[in-house]
Every structure is written in structure tokens, then in C-alpha cells.
């Protein structure tokens, strides 16, 4: 199951013609649609299932600079400013706190890891700084944890992902976008060499130009039209407590585990040393361009053959257009939630704050997020198709970036001066 959000008023009729169809509803396509209605441009956002269905409702809501790849921290920076203004742009407060995110280190390799990287931006004016073990208690009293030391942002947050697409989405729909629920995109049409609409089952939309931020699906999309995307699929389980007294508003990563305040007075919490990761035939075919990941991350991985694998096995990777395509098969991604490694989050962090040993789990869901082999998204043309662009492979941090992700898309999509150099994000570097 995944957390209910709020519900947004999709259009039932789809248009015979737009300007910029966006395959995907979620966060990142919805914050492309959204600046582009803005600016007075005719958008259609197409999503099979429903609105934020997939990770943009299922995931930690974390906001982090912290640990991104400096190349990365430009799109970072400027996601944290349109965080800020988003209660203006959409009149809704969607729980962005700039409240700070502090991982944590139980040896001194851990920490190491965390100095190379505040190494690696220093000058960028981010403001983080790492912690010993006194501070860490003063900042997170009641612990019982013993700590080598951590690394703390303070202009770190968070925000709900229940929220915050779906009032992204109410605001494009204010400002003209029209949003279409229940609408697989099966493939392109092109002429003249370029994009000239798209094929969705239930019918044709043209357009001039297509936006692609399909999450997870997005390198099978492209995979039928001849473009190889590496993005591999890795699930991670996550609970919410019920409302309870917590030691801090600060979201602290440990080794194993996490935890970060929720606007409802719980604790948003989950397994941050292991993910599950159903072996499906994309691992066998470009598993071997994320060995370096793996090496890095050693028992971060929990291989299993389940329902998902099964699943995957069964869906197609070639199909026509005037067939159903994976897309009508899946209409929203739910993979079963791992009690076992939910358990394993709250005895770990009771062990650590003993203050959520009597935390009440109020619901428990998963989410399959797409991994690139740099763990950076993929944000530009597909030189392939000229008027194709696409905005995916978030990596399991796109959340907090994806209001800037989303402008930067808009931007290359209309050829507006783009909002953060997008040369880290191109297609080609892979
Ligand atoms: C458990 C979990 C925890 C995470 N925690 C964090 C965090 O704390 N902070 C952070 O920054 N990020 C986090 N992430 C990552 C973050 O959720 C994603 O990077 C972000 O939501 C990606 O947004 P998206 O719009 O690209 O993808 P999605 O939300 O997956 O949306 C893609 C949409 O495209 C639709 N679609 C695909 N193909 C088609 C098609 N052919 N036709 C029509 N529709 C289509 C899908 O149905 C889907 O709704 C986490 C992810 C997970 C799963």
C-alpha cells in the first residue's frame, strides 16, 4: 500500500493536441508541468495509474545537500529556494522545514566517508560541518548510541510527499496544465525526424515536443524505441509511527537506520543499511556497471527472487503501438513491504533512541526507486529523437530535487536559459 494523497481534480477527456506532452505524474513531470504552465505553455501530463502513485508518494520526504555528488549540488541549492517559494506559487504549505539532516557514523571509516565528501564541497557555502560525539547528544538528546561522529547540515528539511505533488498538481491544473489519469503512453510518433506526438491507449495526442519522467519505467519506454537508459530497480520498506514525543526535528541517518519527523507528529523511519533488491533480468544485463556502487556499499544489497521478480520476467520489453504495453499492466508499481527489515529500522533505532521503543506503526509501505550507474539523473535531450527530452534515474534522491529538476526539464524541453548548467545530467555520459 502506499501513503493516500491528496486527491487532485484530473481532467477525463484527453486533448487532441498540446504543445509539451509529459509521460509521468510524478513529482519531477508535475514540477516540469507546472513552470511550464507558468509560463503560458500548453501542457498535458499523461500518467497510467495515478498522480505521485509510485515514489513521489513513497518516499522519505528527506531534502538533503548532504552526500550528493558536488556536481550534483547546483540543482540541490536551487531546489531548496523554489522549496521556500512553493507555499506562494501554490497557496499550500506541503511541510518543507528546513529543520537540518545529520548522517551518523559508528566507526571511523563511516566517518571518514562523511569527511571526504565535506571535503569535496567545501566552498560551496553549504554550511555543513561535522560533529562529535557531545554534540550529536546535544542536538539528539536521549541516545544510547555510541558514535565515532556524524556530519550535520542545518539548512537541510524535508517535506511531505503525500502533499507535495499532488498540490503541484492542482496548481498546474489552476494555471492550464491538463492532467490525465489512467493513461499509459505506449510510444512516439515523429515526423519529419521529430517528435510530433505520442501514443497513449486511448488514442493520439500531437504535440511539438514530449517531456520524459517515467521513474521507473522510463529505460523500458526507451528501450522499445532503440535508446539504452541504465536504471536499475531497488526497493527499500519504510513505516510511520504514530504521533509520539521524539527526541528532535532534525532527520538523522545512522548506519542502520533512519528517521525524520512527519507533519502528523510521528516518525517517518526505514532500514537505511539494507534494500531489497528483487533480482530481475535488467541486474544480469547491466548489473556489471554498478560493481563499483556495490564495492562502496558492501551488504547494502538484499537479493531475493519474489513477487516482483516473477512480475518483471512476465512484462514486455518489445511491444506495438496498437497493442497494450507494459504500461496498461502495471498501472501503479506497489511491491510487497519486508516486515523483517522494518523490524530490524525500529530495534536499531530503539537501540540507538530508546525514546521509539514504544513507537506505534501507524502504516508500513515500499517503493522501487531507478538507480543510475553514477546514481545522478538523467536531465536532456535523447539526441536520438530531436523533441525528446527526459527527466529520470533520480536514484533515490530526486524528491528533494525535483522542483528545480523539474524547471531545469521545462527549460531544455522550450530551449529557455537553463535554471543550473545541465552538461553533469546529459544522457551521453553513460
Ligand atoms: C522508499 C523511497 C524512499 C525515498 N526517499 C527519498 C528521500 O528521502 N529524498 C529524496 O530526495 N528522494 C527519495 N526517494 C526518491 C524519490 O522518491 C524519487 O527520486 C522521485 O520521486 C522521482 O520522481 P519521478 O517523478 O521521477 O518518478 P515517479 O514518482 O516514479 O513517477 C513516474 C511516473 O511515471 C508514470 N509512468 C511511467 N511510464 C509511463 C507511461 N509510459 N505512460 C504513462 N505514465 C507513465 C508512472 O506511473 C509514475 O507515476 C525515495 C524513493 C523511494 C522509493
Redesign the pocket.
Known sequence: MAPKIAPVEASAELPAQTEVAV????????AAALVLAERGIPVTV???????????S???????KTSRAPADLPLALAADRLWAELPARTGRDVGYRQAGIMFLARSEAELQAHETWLGSVNGLGLGSRMLGAAEIGALVPGGAGSWAGGVFTPSDGRAE?TLA?STIAAAAIAKGAKIIEG????GLQTSGGRVSGVV?ERGEVTCNAVLL??????RR?LGNLGIALPALPL??S?FRTASMEGPTDIAVGGPDFSFRKHADGGYVI?QRGALSCPLVADHLLIGMRYLHLLRDQRGLLRITVNRQSLDDLRLKRRWRQDRP?P?ETV???DPPTIPTLNEEALANLSAAWPAFAGARIEEAW?????ITPDSNPVIGPAARIPGLTL??G?????????PAAGQLAADLVTGAPPLVDPAPYRLERF
Open positions: 509521460i509521468g505524474g510524478g513529482i519531477v513531470g508535475l499523461l500518467e497510467k495509474g495515478r498522480i505521485a502513485g509510485e515514489q513521489s513513497r518516499n522519505l520526504g528527506w531534502v538533503r510527499p505533488a493513461c499509459a503512453v505506449r497513449t519522467a517515467g521513474g521507473l519505467w522510463s519506454f526497493t527499500c519504510v526505514t504495453s504500461f498501472r501503479v508499481m515500499a517503493g522501487t526507486m531507478d527527466a529520470t533520480f536514484s533515490g534522491h530526486g524528491f528533494g530535487t525535483a
